[in-house]
Nanobody, 117 residues
């Protein structure tokens, strides 16, 4: 079982930026596709960004142009750069390996992002 540790969340004003990190234990990190999800209170957990093992990326419409997903295979880490944050981005953010487009590992604890003035 791989451990997923998300970090980098916090309180930020609208229009601000945050960079989230997700460190994964285990082997073969570079072979896998990875995604960032988020879950706001009362909502389902949704995929907002994904990065393939060839570094190709895809984004949900709600974050396109504002969020950037990247990876550092040497550090077994996936990042999510979030710019121009909006109150509706407030959520707990999680990462996971993707397999056939679905989360593969048990979830980590996530990192809370709160966008508020």
């Amino acid at each position: 079982q791989v451990q997923l540790v998300e970090s980098g969340g916090g309180l930020v004003q609208p229009g601000g930026s945050l960079r989230l990190s997700c460190a994964a234990s285990g082997r073969f990190f570079s072979l896998h596709n990875w995604g960032w999800y988020r879950q706001a209170p009362g909502n389902q957990r949704d995929l907002v960004a994904r990065i393939r093992n060839d570094d190709g990326t895809n984004y949900a419409d709600s974050v396109t142009g504002r969020f950037t997903i990247s990876r550092d295979n040497a550090k077994n880490t996936v990042y999510l750069q979030m710019n121009d944050l909006k109150p509706e981005d407030t959520a707990v953010y999680y990462c996971n390996r993707l397999s056939a487009g679905r989360p593969f590992w048990d979830w980590g604890k996530g990192t809370l992002v709160t966008v508020s003035s």
